[in-house]
């Protein structure tokens, strides 16, 4: 009876410790993929594109003329009207 007592013991003991390692390595595995998460989203700020208004993050700027846009079209947008006051003046 005790011999049996023991093995139950020891099995529920293993299955705590296989339950406990599990949990913690999904939480690492969870505060691992928040924190990549913070690095790739917060430290961005957000900026405002001179073209339309919109606030992006930094990280995602269409860099052109010394300024950053929120996307390509902002951009090519802003290059036209300038190409185009250029011609007028
Ligand atoms: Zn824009």
Excluded: H
Excluded at 69 to 82: D, I, L, N, T
């Amino acid at each position: 009876m005790g011999r049996i007592l023991f093995w139950v013991i020891l099995a529920v003991v293993i299955y705590a410790a296989f339950v406990f390692a599990r949990k913690s390595r999904s939480a690492r595995i969870a505060r691992e993929e928040r924190g990549g998460a913070r690095e790739s989203k917060f430290p961005a700020p957000m900026i405002e594109c001179p073209e339309c208004g919109t606030y992006f993050p930094e990280d995602e700027a269409v860099l052109g003329d010394g300024k950053a846009y929120c996307s390509e079209r902002c951009r090519k947008k802003a290059r036209a009207r300038k190409e185009r006051q250029n011609g007028n003046a």
